[in-house]
Structure formats: structure tokens, C-alpha cells
């Protein structure tokens, strides 16, 4: 009697509604009778004729996928009708349940373990220079802390203190320099009570700290520069070693040389001293990697250079300076400042997610702060819980993942303007478990959709040699998962609680008045209509679009935009400039732009590095040291004369034997030879005279040319290791520098880029075939996000971005975002019924709503952006721009009307129990 009631009472209201409907369309056509031959209304026939056709080979295949969507389409949607009326019946203990779950899978955060260091994020874990570093940092002392200092001659005091001449190789100019030299060297630091002297921390080669200064080869006595001449016969003489004895190329202390027609130097325009400490990095427990001692040296050391800039004595230098601490300050400087933009940022989404979700003209009642915060919470339980259960299965932690509330805010917020469209067209006059059951039933399959196909998306993606990129798709993926599951239930049972407080007559702001509403009339007493956007978009944007005209033109319209987009992903570049990283307005930008300028012919160190088991007393090894050793030096691209052997200096000096030849190296190396101490290690500490082989490792060093761009730094290193596999020593030795380990980067990103975005594409178009599962719809939602994708790539080279380690996490970002753009609507269209034209127009009246406010919700947020100073922000900004603005324009243009020309027959009505009804529950106005 009961259920016989309750459905007795569905009936009544359901053909009153419907007859009130019927009656308005009456009057309609009576008042304009040419909205029937206009198509405002879809025609129904029916007839008593069975409708029969033959069942070719296609018809089967097509009935078959119809069968089947229609069976999946009813399947999900009575399952989310049912957990709807779950969620109904207990909201409070699905709170509940869903914070103790996030918690117990956050608790996975105390085993956080941030990486920082570059080379374990950013270089594939099976590059040949990973394998080389561990070598080398076993046996060399291979990481420095470069302190740099840059200077040219000032005009203004050049012209009053040398007569015009604005050459560094002047008297004046070197006795200036050895002042601040002086300065520099005599810089110390109380640490803990320590004072630390630059001669604690410095790298010693031979018995002197390791410095790169011209005034070296003048031994730091003033009267060998006294002239010009002076000056001039030593930078060109042929033996140019330094008071510590070993050889200098002049090229990496003078800039922008300047020659005679004998190849003589005559001048210089620019002059650097470089400092070297030594880097005993100490892991942190913020995850990072620091030296401490030599960070508090180094603060002490910027600190004077910055005293210095107005001394007189010095005032003919203009410097520019660099420390190893520098990219760390400035960087993290201009991040901390945006991170208050951030803090905007999501206070804008937060703010047109309540304007647009509210529904004003129900005054204070129809304000939904509390279903905005929550939807919020929602996202930030997901971040919380992905952190945790990430963190607990053991995959590292990175600085990238600061991003990912960014984009699981974006996702989240798009589902809750979805679940709260298809809420707000229920019938009200339902009971509120019914109401947000059919509203899950709705939207449910469609969040279904667009959330499985980037959980697998980014899960795919996670197969990538790149290990920074491959943690962030991990725990993007989790992240996505988690807040599906929330939308779905703890934002779900938000909304029913929300309902409750509507029904108690009770608004969720405490500033507003609690009077009961005025149709059209805010709490503020302001008049405002309903559903603008809505009307908007229904009748100046989609009912427009039947005209086949206006198809046409869309059409036309994208196919320049694809053509524009596939022009810049031919041309774009794979480039990883770190001048990109650098604020504008940080002193490292003057620096550069003097180092770029005038240091243009010696580049990156590297060294050829040779293993164990060379028997260094075999005069056949010999021959072969010298034969490398030449073969260095016309490798191309590679700086010739900065090639330095400690086999050639010794060869050239000793004369020895195979029985003799570690007594002669030992003398060697203790006298004219001692730069190369740290170029020759031995196996033990034994006399040379009672052990054979006794060199365990050994090195020739070297520098490439000055390589500006990506691609040429990849082809030096390359072209130096195939040399060494041609030598002699092919299995004995290999090539190696300290940037290599960024060049296998800028050699493989590009790789990873294509194949990462092409198995992302690969995964959304598995689940959405079998999510939508029509063929025609689902090849039609694929197109769209592709194009997107290829678009926000094209359109990267035309806005001034390349591929780097940057764009290439935002590429897999904006596919994330832009399948929802997409799958939403198509989804949609395939559940509403009429002719293409009607379906396209009710699917942008109603989920195109939910996706607009989704998308411009996140591109308000992303614009706050376009004032930042980094240039990760910077990116960030430009590509979602790209991302929110050709997603939008596909998901709501593009697709639309390909759907309305050959969009496929919709999926059959879900029909659904509404007599399912839980008496335990308690809706009444009383609800507390």
C-alpha cells in the first residue's frame, strides 16, 4: 500500500507537470505557428507501421553497439541511482566515511621523501651519463661550486682614465682587477663558531686553491703588466702557465678578443675570475640538498661584490657576478613571490564558482557558499590522499607535484558545476534523496567518463624515462582517482545537506537575511534574472548553429586554426635556455647577457675518462694516449686548445722506460706536473717502485665550444663518445662532462614528449570507446581532444615556448583538462533525443553550461597568472590559456556541430525506480 501510494503520488505530479507543459506548447503554436517549420520544436511520429530494414553486415555492427551503449548507459545510470539513494539516505556518515578514509590513506605522508637534486629527476635512470657519474664521482672530485665574476670597462671613466680606450688588457685596468681579486680571496665566514677561510673550502689543485684569473700567468705581480706590450707578449707566448704551473687557455678569462691580421691578441672587451669551492652537499630535512658551510661563505661572498660596486678604486670596472647559490636565491625568490598570486588565483575560481553555481533569483536561499567550499574540500582531500598513498608505495616526491592541486582543482571543479547542472534541472517537487539519486544518475556516467579516461591517461604516461615526469603522472593519476571518488560521495552528500538547510528555509551565509525569498530579488535587494549563461548560450550560440551556414563556417573557421596549429608543431624546437629560469630584473640577467655577449668560444667542461686495467708501463699504450689525446682535439666541437693531457706535459718532459716510468711519473707529478695530481688516481698508497698498474683511473680534460642550443649540445657530446669507441680504447674509456647529464635530457625530452602524448591519446581513446561505446561519438570526442592537443603544441611555437622539461609536464596537464572539455558534452549528446540539431542544442544548453563555467573558472585563476616573474608560471599561464580557451572553443563549437551533422542515434531512456524510497530518513523542515 505503501510503495502503491508513493507511486500514485508520482503519477499525479508527473501529469501535472506534464499537461502544464503541453498546454504552454499549445499556446505557443497558436500565437506562431512557424515554429513547427523553424525546428524550435522536435516532432515526434509515431506509427502503427513497423519500421523494418534489412540487416546488412553494417546494420548488425551498428545495432550491436547500439545494444550494447544502451546497456552500459542503463547499467551506470541505475548503479548511480542507486548510490545516490545511499548518499540521500545518509549524508553525515558519508562525510564521515570519507574523512576517515582520507586520513587513514594521508597518513602515507610521513614517509615523504622530496627529491630535488636535478640529475635523479630530469636525467633517464638508464642514460649512459647516469652510469658515467657514478664513476666518476667514486674516484674524482667532480662536483665544484663555481663563484664567477665578469667585468668590462666602463666607458665613462675609460674615457677620462685611458683615453677612450675600453680594452681590459691596460695597466690601470689589471691593477684594478688584482684589487678585487684581493678582496674576494680574503673573504671569510664565522660558521658555528668556525671562521672559514677561502682557502678551507676551495679546490685544491696542486698546493694552491684551483682559480681561473689572468693575473695568474703574471704570477700576481703588478710589474709584469706594466705596459701594454708587457701584457700583450704574455697572453700570446707559448707558454702560458700559471703560478700553480699548469697551462691556461687564455680564451676562458678573455672575452671578445680582439686580433691583428697574425692572429695575435691586441685587446679584449671583457675579462671573468672564477673561483672554485668544493661541494659536500648534505641531504636536508626539507628534502634538499645543501652545503652549509659553503652557502654561508658564499652569502658573504655576494655580499662583498655588492659593497664593493660604488669603490673608487674599482671604478673601472663594471662587473656582473654569479655563485653557485644564485640560481637557488633568485629562483626561489620569485616563486615565493608568486606564490601569493597562486593564493589569488584560487580565490577567483572560489569566487566565480559561487557567483555562477548560486541561483540568485532565489535570493538568500539560493546562495551555495557551502556547497563551493566543499566542493573544494573535496579537491583538497583528493591532493591530501594522493600525497599519502603516493608517498606510502614508495614514489618519490618532487617539487612538480606543487602543481598538481592546480590541475585536480580544475578537473574538480568542472565535475561539481556538472553534478550541480544535472541537480538543478531535477524536478524540486521530488523528495531530496530522489532528487540528488536522479541528478547522480545523470551526471555520474559522464564524470564516469572523463575521470577514467584521465586516471588511465596519466597512468600510461607514467611509462617515461624521465623520473620527475614519471612520479607527476602517478600522482596526478591517484589524485584524479580520489577526487572522482569524492565528486561522487562526500561532495554528493554536500549537496544533499545543502537541500536540507534550502528546505529548513535557512541560507548558509550568516550575512544574509533569512526572510523568505522574493523572486529576482538578492540578499542585497538587486534585481537578477536566472540562467543568463544558459539563455545565452542556448539561443545566441547552439540554436544559430542550425543554420548550415554557420556549420560551414565553423568548420572553415577550424580548419585555419588546425592548419595554424600543425604549422607550429613542424617548426617548434626542442630548447632549454636556463636564461628562461632567470626573474626579470635578477642580477644573473646582467650577467649573462655580458657572458653571452663576449664569452663565445669556450663552452661546457669535458673530460675523457679512462677504467682500470690500462697498463699505462705498455709503450703501445703509450702511442694510443698520444693518438686520443690528438683525436680530442679535432673532435667537432670542441674548444682545441683547451684540450689538456697529463701523458702529453709528461711525455714531453721525462724521459722513461717501462721499468721507470712510475719513479719518472712520481717526479713528475710532485714537481712541474702537479696540476695533474687530480687527473692521475692510483689504486693505493704504495711506492710507485714496488707495484705495476698501479694508476687506477686516469683523465684528459677539455672544453666543447660555446653551444647556445639544445640540439648542438647534443650532437658535441655525441660526436666526443663515438670518438672515444673508435680509439684504441673503446672498452677501456669513456667521454663525460658535467652538463652531460642535462644533454641527456635535451636528447631524449623530445622522445618522451611525442611518446608520452601519443600513449596518453592512445588510453583516452580506449576508455572512451568503451565508455561511450558508439563508434561515431566516440571517434568524434577523440578528434576534438586531439586537435586540442596538437593545437596547444602549434600554437606553443607561435606564443615563443619550446619543448623542455617544463612544457612537457604543462602538455600532459592540458590533455587532462581538455578531455573533460570534450567527453562532457559528447556524453551528453548521446543521452538526449530528436533530430542532431535539438540534441546539439539541448547538450550546450545544459552540459555545455556545466563545461564553460568549468573552463572559465580555471582560465580566471590561470590569467592571475600573467604577471608572474618565473618563468615556470610564466609557461603555466601560457599554455592553459592555450589549453582552457582551444579547449572550450572544440568542446563547444567544433564538436557540436560535427555531432548535429553526423552524430549517432542517442542511447534508449533509463528508466528509473523513483519508488525506491527510504522511509528512515527524515526530510522534514526540522532537519538539523
Known amino acids: 500500500l505503501r510503495s502503491l501510494q508513493i507511486d500514485s503520488r508520482f503519477i499525479v505530479i508527473w501529469s501535472r507537470n506534464a499537461a502544464k507543459a503541453i498546454y504552454r506548447d499549445i499556446q505557443k503554436l497558436k500565437k506562431n505557428p512557424s515554429l513547427v517549420s523553424k525546428h524550435h520544436i522536435p516532432s515526434y511520429q509515431m506509427s502503427d507501421k513497423p519500421q523494418t530494414e534489412p540487416m546488412s553486415g553494417n546494420n548488425v555492427f551498428r545495432k550491436t553497439y547500439q545494444s550494447a551503449g544502451n546497456a552500459l548507459s542503463s547499467f551506470l545510470g541505475k548503479i548511480y541511482f542507486k548510490f545516490g539513494l545511499i548518499i540521500g539516505g545518509a549524508p553525515m556518515i558519508t562525510i564521515l566515511v570519507s574523512l576517515i578514509c582520507v586520513i587513514a590513506l594521508g597518513m602515507g605522508i610521513l614517509n615523504l621523501d622530496e627529491e630535488t637534486r636535478s640529475d ?25 661550486r663555481l663563484q664567477d665574476v665578469a667585468m668590462t670597462v666602463n666607458r665613462k671613466e675609460a674615457d677620462l682614465a ?29 660558521f658555528e663558531g668556525e671562521t672559514l677561510e677561502y682557502s678551507d673550502l676551495c679546490v685544491q689543485r696542486g698546493e694552491s686553491c684551483m682559480t681561473i684569473n689572468l693575473l695568474e700567468l703574471f704570477h ?15 697572453v700570446n707566448g707559448n707558454d702560458t702557465r700559471t703560478v700553480s704551473g699548469n697551462m691556461m687557455d687564455v680564451k676562458l678569462v678573455l672575452g671578445g678578443i680582439l686580433y691583428d691580421a697574425s692572429g695575435n691578441i691586441l685587446d679584449a672587451n671583457a675579462i671573468q675570475m672564477l673561483y672554485f669551492l668544493n661541494n659536500n652537499e648534505v641531504k636536508q630535512s626539507d628534502g634538499s640538498y645543501l652545503d652549509t658551510r659553503a652557502e654561508a661563505w658564499e652569502e658573504v661572498w655576494l655580499n662583498k661584490l655588492e659593497s664593493l660596486e660604488d669603490d673608487p678604486a674599482l671604478r673601472l670596472l663594471d662587473r656582473v657576478w654569479l655563485s653557485f647559490r644564485s640560481f637557488s636565491d633568485e629562483f626561489g625568490g620569485a616563486i615565493t613571490a608568486d606564490i601569493a598570486m597562486l593564493q589569488v588565483a584560487i580565490l577567483c575560481n572560489l569566487i566565480y564558482a559561487t557567483v555562477m553555481l548560486s541561483r540568485w533569483s532565489r535570493g538568500c536561499l539560493g546562495f551555495r557558499g557551502m556547497v563551493v567550499v566543499g566542493g573544494i574540500i573535496s579537491v583538497g582531500m583528493s591532493v591530501f590522499a594522493a600525497y599519502g598513498f603516493c608517498s ?11 602543481v598538481m592541486p592546480f590541475l585536480l582543482l580544475g578537473i574538480g571543479v568542472d565535475d ?4 550541480v547542472n544535472s541537480l538543478d534541472e531535477v524536478d524540486e517537487t521530488l523528495p531530496i534523496k530522489q532528487r540528488l539519486a536522479v541528478a547522480l544518475s545523470h551526471a555520474g556516467p559522464s564524470i564516469t567518463l572523463t575521470s577514467l579516461t584521465d586516471f588511465f591517461a596519466f597512468i600510461i604516461g607514467s611509462n617515461t624515462s624521465l623520473p620527475a615526469l614519471s612520479a607527476f603522472c602517478i600522482y596526478c593519476s591517484f589524485g584524479i582517482l580520489f577526487d572522482f571518488v569524492l565528486q561522487i560521495s562526500f561532495f554528493a552528500a554536500v549537496l544533499c545537506l545543502d537541500m536540507r538547510v534550502k528546505a529548513s528555509r535557512r541560507p548558509d551565509c550568516a550575512w544574509c537575511c533569512t526572510k523568505e525569498p522574493v523572486k529576482g530579488v538578492t540578499c542585497c535587494g538587486c534585481k537578477k534574472e536566472e540562467d543568463i549563461l544558459k539563455h545565452f548560450i542556448r539561443d545566441r550560440v547552439a540554436t544559430p548553429l542550425r543554420d548550415w551556414r554557420l556549420k560551414v563556417g565553423v568548420l572553415g573557421i577550424f580548419a585555419l586554426i588546425t592548419t595554424f596549429g600543425i604549422l607550429g608543431c613542424v617548426q617548434i624546437q626542442v630548447e632549454a635556455d636556463v636564461n628562461d629560469f632567470i626573474p626579470a630584473g635578477s642580477y644573473l640577467v646582467d650577467f649573462f647577457d655580458v657572458v653571452d655577449e663576449n664569452f663565445v668560444d669556450v663552452g661546457a667542461s669535458c673530460e675523457i675518462y679512462f677504467l682500470e686495467g690500462v697498463d699505462y708501463t705498455d709503450p703501445a699504450v703509450w702511442g694510443n694516449l698520444e693518438i686520443i689525446y690528438s683525436a680530442f682535439k679535432q673532435t667537432e666541437f670542441i674548444a682545441e686548445d683547451t684540450v689538456d693531457s697529463w701523458f702529453h706535459e709528461f711525455y714531453a718532459q721525462r724521459t722513461f722506460t717501462p721499468a721507470t716510468f712510475y719513479r719518472e711519473l712520481e717526479l713528475f707529478l710532485e714537481s712541474s706536473g702537479s696540476v695533474y695530481k687530480s687527473s692521475v688516481i692510483f689504486a693505493n698508497t704504495s711506492t710507485p717502485e714496488t707495484q705495476q698498474s698501479q694508476i687506477l683511473t686516469s683523465r684528459i680534460l677539455g672544453n666543447h665550444l660555446k653551444l647556445s642550443k639544445s640540439h648542438d649540445q647534443v650532437k658535441g657530446m655525441d660526436a666526443l663518445r663515438a670518438m672515444v669507441a673508435a680509439s684504441a680504447f673503446k672498452d677501456q674509456a669513456f667521454a663525460y662532462g658535467d652538463q652531460y647529464l642535462q644533454y641527456e635530457q635535451y636528447k631524449e625530452i623530445e622522445n618522451e614528449a611525442v611518446q608520452n602524448l601519443g600513449l596518453c591519446l592512445a ?15 566516440s571517434v568524434l570526442v577523440i578528434i576534438s581532444v586531439g586537435l586540442v592537443v596538437m593545437d596547444v603544441v602549434g600554437y606553443m611555437h607561435h606564443w615563443g615556448l619550446s619543448i623542455d622539461s617544463v612544457t612537457v609536464i604543462m602538455l600532459v596537464l592540458a590533455l587532462g583538462l581538455s578531455v573533460d572539455y ?36 580555471t582560465f580566471i585563476a590561470v590569467s592571475v597568472l600573467a604577471g608572474s616573474q618565473s618563468y615556470v608560471f610564466i609557461t603555466f599561464f601560457k599554455q592553459l590559456f592555450l589549453c582552457t580557451t582551444l579547449g ?16 549517432p542515434a542517442p542511447y534508449d531512456e533509463i528508466v528509473l525506480d523513483l519508488a525506491e524510497v527510504d522511509e528512515n530518513v527524515k526530510e522534514s523542515p526540522d532537519f538539523t
Open 763 to 777: 588510453a583516452v581513446s580506449v576508455v572512451v570507446i568503451l565508455l561511450v561505446v558508439n563508434p561515431i561519438a
Open 416 to 419: 561539481m558545476f556538472v553534478l
Open 822 to 857: 570534450s567527453a562532457h558534452l559528447g556524453h551528453s549528446f548521446m543521452h538526449l533525443h530528436g533530430n542532431n540539431d535539438d540534441r546539439m542544442v539541448l547538450a550546450m544548453s545544459g552540459m555545455g553550461v556545466a563545461v564553460f563555467n568549468g573552463a572559465m573558472s
Open 120 to 144: 635523479k629527476l630530469w636525467v633517464p635512470t638508464d642514460s649512459q651519463a647516469q652510469d658515467d657519474k657514478l664513476f666518476v664521482d667514486d674516484h674524482y672530485q667532480s662536483n665544484l
Open 392 to 402: 606510502a608505495i614508495g614514489i618519490m616526491f618532487t617539487p612538480l607535484m606543487g
Open 888 to 903: 572550450v572553443a572544440h568542446g563547444l563549437l567544433l564538436l557540436p556541430v560535427l555531432l548535429s551533422l553526423v552524430g
Open 220 to 234: 700576481y705581480n703588478a710589474s709584469r703588466w706594466a705596459s701594454v706590450e708587457l701584457i700583450r707578449a704574455v
Open 162 to 190: 685611458l683615453g677612450g680606450q675600453t680594452g681590459v688588457l691596460q695597466p690601470e685596468v689589471l691593477d684594478q682587477l688584482l684589487i678585487l681579486h684581493n678582496h674576494l680571496a680574503a673573504v671569510n665566514v664565522t
